[in-house]
């Protein structure tokens, strides 16, 4: 049922309206309103269709005055509050209540056979509200009732986060050879490491060109001087083109030959 603290809202509002006073039914076929002296209304007046939370009110109100004549409260559609009739679509049998619990069926008609529509619309409209709010309610309840999922921290439960982090990267990896460096292939598994093979020989002593003319050397080894040339001083051009013209510039001190001699054996 409503409550007092609702809102109250209109639904429907038809100026015209015929009461009528109707005999008990006869049957379980229904009301028909061929059985109401319908030339003969018992009371005329407006209605006004109301509801307040999931309740609809048929009232029935003076025209002049507003003062209300009857009401009859309606929290099911279709339904003992109100039926229809069987023989026509503008009437209607409504249950009306008073303060005092006591109620009675009386019935009611339209002139138009569109406020007859108006009517019966509103009333669906309404409780078609009413079932869907009804339908979430149950769902609602169905969840709260349902197991809820515990995503608390436990006690002394932590949780590391790692923002900003980059990812590392792998070390460089070896090159192959063919590739423009220098690879070396992993020695077999138990085996050991051989020394590098030299092409030079460690006792090998490379030897002192001794001063000479620098236009006898060979192609390849332009920058050795020739062991077999005399002794003489070189001419200006031959100082000119040698590379070692220090050597040459000095044959006459034989001290010097020696010491630069043993200076190239210690590089």
Not at 184 to 193: E, Q
Request: include cysteine.
């Amino acid at each position: 049922m409503a409550t007092e603290g609702e809102y109250e809202s209109i639904l429907c509002v038809k100026p015209d309206i015929n009461v009528y006073r109707i005999p008990p039914r006869a049957s379980n076929r229904g009301y028909r309103a061929a059985d109401w002296k319908l030339e003969q209304p018992d009371w005329k007046g407006r209605m006004r269709v109301t509801a307040r939370g999931k309740v609809a009110f048929i009232k029935l109100e003076d025209k002049s005055s507003g003062e209300l004549f009857a009401q009859a409260p309606v929290d099911q559609y279709p339904g003992i509050a109100v039926e229809t009739v069987s023989d026509s679509s503008r009437y209607f049998v409504i249950r009306i209540q008073d303060g005092n619990g006591r109620s009675a069926f009386i019935g009611i008609g339209f002139s138009d056979r569109g406020d007859a529509f108006d009517f019966n619309v509103a009333l669906q409209d309404h409780f078609k509200w009413v079932k869907q709010e009804n339908e979430i309610s149950k769902e609602g309840q169905n969840q709260n009732a349902g197991p809820k999922l515990d995503l608390g921290f436990k006690e002394g439960q932590t949780i590391t986060l790692n923002i900003g982090q980059a990812k590392k990267k792998d070390g460089p990896k070896p090159r192959l050879q063919g590739t423009g460096a220098l690879g070396l292939l992993p020695p077999p598994p138990g085996g050991k490491i051989a020394p590098p093979v030299s092409s030079v020989s460690p006792n090998h002593i490379p030897e002192v060109a001794a001063p000479g003319n620098a236009s006898q050397c060979t192609g390849d080894t332009g920058f050795l001087l020739d062991l077999d040339m005399p002794s003489s001083v070189p001419s200006e051009s031959a100082q000119a083109t040698d590379l070692w013209g220090d050597f040459s510039s000095s044959s006459s001190s034989a001290s010097n030959q020696s010491q630069q001699s043993s200076s190239w054996v210690q590089f």
